[in-house]
C-alpha cells in the first residue's frame, strides 16, 4: 500500500507538479479495499492483505487539546482570553466524557454530579 502511495504521489508530481490530495489518496484505497473484500468473498483470494497504513500524525483527540491550550494562554487578541479557555475546558469536557457535541450542547449545570475519587482507599465525595 505504502508503495501504491508513493508511486501515485510521484505520478501526480510529474504529470501536475504536486502531489494528489488525501481525500483521492483515501478514495482510492477504499475502492481497492473493497475490491480485495470482494474477491476473498467470491473465494479468489485465501486472505485481505493488511491495507493499514502506519500512522504519522498523532490522533485528533490528542492534538486539538494542545491546540486549545496554548489558544487559552496566548490569545489573539487578548480580549479573547476567556472565551479560548472556555473553548479549551469544554473540548476537555467532550472528548473525556464520550458524549456526542449536540449532548454536550444540551446539558446544565443541575444535570452534572461532580465525583472526586482520589484513589480506592479515600471514599468519593460528592459535590
Known sequence: ?????????????AKYGNPPAHNTLHQEIV???Q?????ARHGWLDCLPDLSAPSAHPPKSLIAPEATRKRGQEPKPERHQWGAEQLHDYLLFVVNS???????????FRDITIVLKLNDSVPSQTF
Do not use: S, V
Open 1 to 13: 500500500m505504502q508503495e501504491y502511495c508513493f508511486h501515485g504521489n510521484q505520478e501526480a508530481i
Open 98 to 108: 464520550g458524549l456526542r457535541p449536540d449532548e454536550a450542547w444540551q446539558l446544565e
Open 35 to 39: 475490491t480485495l473484500k470482494t474477491a
Open 31 to 33: 475502492t481497492l479495499r
